[in-house]
C-alpha cells in the first residue's frame, strides 16, 4: 500500500509564504514524476508544478517565479514552496505521484488547505 501525506498548509496573508511537504511511503520501487495540483471551490483541480525523476519542471504559467518545486529523491519527498502568495491561490492543494509498487500507479495525498486571506 502506498501512501502520499502533505503537510504545510494554513491561513497565510496576500504575500506571504508557505511550503508544502509531501511524504511517500509504501513499496515502491520506483518514484517517477511528482506533482502538485490545486483545487479551487466550484474549479476543476488544475496542475500546479511538476518535476521528474530527473529533475525536469513544469509550472502553470499563473505561478511561474513564486513557486518553485524540488525533490528529496533518496527519502521519496516532494516540497512546493510558494512566495508573493495571492488570494487566487486559495485552493486545496494535492500531492500527486507516478510510481511503481508491482504495478504502475498514480497515487494522490489527501489534499492539504492553503487559505490566502488578509
Known amino acids: 500500500q502506498v501512501q502520499l501525506a502533505e503537510s504545510g498548509g494554513g491561513l497565510v496573508q496576500p504575500g506571504g509564504s508557505l511550503r508544502l511537504s509531501c511524504a511517500a511511503s509504501?513499496?515502491?520501487?520506483?518514484?517517477?514524476?511528482m506533482g502538485w495540483y490545486r483545487q479551487a471551490p466550484g474549479k476543476e483541480r488544475e496542475l500546479v508544478a511538476r518535476?521528474?525523476?530527473?529533475?525536469?519542471?513544469n509550472y502553470v504559467d499563473s505561478v511561474k517565479g513564486r513557486f518553485t518545486i524540488s525533490r528529496d529523491n533518496p527519502n521519496n519527498m516532494v516540497y512546493l514552496q510558494m512566495n508573493s502568495l495571492k488570494p487566487e491561490d486559495t485552493a486545496v492543494y494535492y500531492c500527486n505521484a507516478e510510481l511503481r509498487t508491482n504495478i504502475l500507479l498514480n497515487a494522490w495525498g489527501q489534499g492539504t488547505l492553503v487559505t490566502v486571506s488578509s
Open positions: 509504501g513499496n515502491i520501487i520506483n518514484l517517477y514524476t
Open positions: 518535476i521528474s525523476s530527473g529533475g525536469s519542471i
